[in-house]
């Protein structure tokens, strides 16, 4: 199961950033088998047989691995994507993986989706676009259409991708701008739609929801970007969709030591 994390400056982070890709990573080492099973002697069964020893959480879904080909945070100095100077630096090089970009919105990705997914071969897509948008770019239903390219252009280059979509959460320009408040709630309208129109069996996309009790004056250091706790909540609600709706890995449970 390859994973791809999809998103702009709250999903690549800044130097620092421990990122909500990382507590996601956390989760799905917890959960899942690891891609590659250490190189261990088989044990052997009562006749002489190999015995085959489970790996992982039976109900995971087997190995993963993620996916991308992005793995550096935003350098703020330099103001370019060109750190990798993560929080915690035993972060693996090959979990770093992603496909986000500081100012990157829906219609940036819409046109790299297809190659990246191509290339990674992603089973699932973990998205989290569409503020950067709306404060710069496009309003709601040019950012919807955007999205709807997006999905047509994963599809074509793996037509049983499956999807998590994570509408634009409470943001501190939304609380403060009632008209741009306004074009989120339009936005988060149309994203629905867009998945309950687009999804189907072969190709499942799934609408997550604002992340439990997440707080701007709380879950953020800015009003907009993920601290820890917002990076726990993030990773949490994409856990529980991948859990619940299609039982894979299982429930979120934070690690206490980051």
């Not at 950033?17 to 069964?45: C, E, I, K, N, S």
């Not at 994570?166 to 074009?183: E, G, K, S, T, Y």
């Amino acid at each position: 199961m390859r994973f791809m994390f999809v998103g702009d400056s709250m999903t690549i982070g800044r130097a620092g950033d421990y990122t909500w890709r990382y507590r996601m990573w956390q989760h799905l080492d917890a959960t899942f088998a690891p891609a590659v099973a250490p190189a261990v002697a088989p044990a052997v069964g009562p006749a002489g047989d190999p015995a085959v020893a489970p790996t992982g959480d039976p109900a995971s879904g087997g190995p993963y691995e993620i996916v991308g080909p992005r793995s550096a945070l935003y350098d703020t100095l330099a103001d370019a994507p060109l750190s990798h100077d993560y929080a915690d630096p035993g972060f693996p090089a090959d979990a770093r993986r992603h496909l986000a970009g500081w100012g990157e919105g829906w219609q940036h990705m819409a046109p790299l989706i297809g190659p990246a997914v191509g290339e990674a071969g992603a089973d699932v897509l973990l998205v989290s676009l569409g503020l950067i948008d709306l404060g710069f770019y496009t309003a709601a239903e040019g950012t919807a259409a955007n999205v709807r390219r997006f999905i047509e252009e994963a599809r074509a280059a793996r037509p049983g991708i499956r999807m998590v979509l994570l509408p634009v959460i409470p943001n501190i320009r939304a609380r403060d701008d009632a008209p741009f408040a306004r074009q989120v709630d339009l936005f988060n309208e149309l994203l629905a739609k867009a998945v309950a129109d687009l999804s189907t069996p072969a190709s499942p996309i799934l609408l997550a929801a604002r992340p439990e009790g997440y707080e701007i004056d709380l879950d953020t250091y800015d009003g907009t970007h993920p601290n820890a706790s917002g990076e726990h909540r993030l990773a949490g609600e994409f856990a529980a969709v991948l859990h619940q709706a299609w039982g894979l890995g299982g429930p979120y449970r934070p690690r206490q030591d980051s």
